[in-house]
C-alpha cells in the first residue's frame, strides 16, 4: 500500500526523479502532521525537502495536489501497520496485544499530534470534498481490518454467534480516535488507553462462556472438602 501510494504517477519519472518526488512528498507529510495543513506553505515543504521552486512545481503545481498524496501515504502506512497487527486477530489476547502496539507507538510522543490520518480529517473534513470522501474510504478499510477480525473471532468460537462484528469494529475505532484526541490534548496516553480498555471491556460481553471441564470440576469440589 505505502509503495502503491509513493509511486502514484510517478511511473514516467527517472529515478532521479522518483527520489526529489519522495522527498518532497515525505517532508510535507512530516510538517502538516505537526503544523497542520493550513500552517504548511508549499515554500516551508521546498525548504524542508531541499528543493528549488522548478523542482517542487515541476510535481506539484499546487498544494491541493500535495495535500492529496500526503493523505494517500499516510492511509497507506496506517493501514500497512494495522494490516500488520490485525491480519492475525483471533482472540482477545491478540486485540490486547493491538491495543498495547497503538498505545506503546503513541507514547513514543507523549500523544502529541494524534493520529496521522485522524488529525487530517480533523482539518480537511469540511474544506475539501475529494479529500474527505479519500480518508472516509481508508478509515472504511481500516475499521475493515477491526471487523475481519472480531468475524473470526466468532468463527473460532471466541465471540458468540450473535456478535455484531462491524459494529463492535466501528465502537473500538471510535476509542481509538477518541483516544488518540484525548492523549493529544493531555499529552499522555493514559486516556487513550482507558478508551480502549472500555471497548475491549464492550466486545468481552459477547465472549462465549468459558466451559468447565467435569473432571477439573469435581477435583475443585473435592479440594474444598
Known sequence: MAEQARDKNSSRLTERGRATRERI???AGDMMYVKGVSL???DDVRAASGTSKSQLY???????ALVRD???LQAAEVLDRHQQLLRRLNSFRGLERWRDAV???????????GCPLGSLAGELADQDEEARQAIARHFATWEGLLEAGLVRMKDSGVLRADADAKGLA???MAALQGGYLLAQTAQDVKPMRIA?????????TYAVPA???DADASQGEAGGR
Not at 515541476?58 to 491541493?64: A, E, G, L, V, W
Not at 498505545?103 to 499530534?113: C, K
Not at 480502549?196 to 468481552?204: F, Q
Open 211 to 213: 466451559e468447565v471441564d
Open 196 to 204: 480502549l480498555d472500555m471497548a475491549i471491556a464492550h466486545v468481552r
Open 103 to 113: 498505545v506503546e507507538r503513541n507514547a513514543l510522543r507523549n500523544g502529541a499530534y
Open 170 to 172: 466501528t465502537g473500538l
Open 40 to 42: 504548511t506553505t508549499l
Open 70 to 72: 500526503v493523505v494517500a
Open 58 to 64: 515541476r510535481h506539484y503545481p499546487d498544494k491541493d
Open 25 to 27: 512528498l515525505r517532508a
